[in-house]
């Protein structure tokens, strides 16, 4: 279990991360020009994302001192499952709907253009792969 652990500690720095920055940084502010500061909907994505990091850090401190990791493992995959959930089939499309096509088009650019840089794909063995210069979707 404890490799599980490290494998999602990997998962989290790698993938996790570079996600909750795309949302707050680049898809948020577009939002934002659609709803108030004070929409609930923005307000639950942000204290999740906050709890989520507190339950990392959870996990870490398990890890680190011998402490229970099934618990820690447990609490942080049930919050992060209802977090996507809440995303996918709730958030994602009020903001689909909210922005306009330019917006979406601008937002779609942004996303590809990071992803050109670097695709990392976590290990099972802890090694990283990074994966650079794949097609544009107009290219295939």
Known sequence: IEQVAREFAVFHQDALLPHFRHEEEWLLPRYLRHVSADDPDL???LTEHVVLHKLILDLGHAVRDGGELVPALTALTDRLEAHVRFEERELFPKI??????DELRDLGEQFWADAQEAIVIPGG???RVK???MDSPETG
């Not at 689909?96 to 096509?101: H, K, M, N, Q, V």
């Open 125 to 127: 063995d802890g090694c």
């Open 43 to 45: 307000i639950r994505l």
């Open 96 to 101: 689909e709907a909210a922005l306009t096509p």
């Open 131 to 133: 994966i650079s210069g």
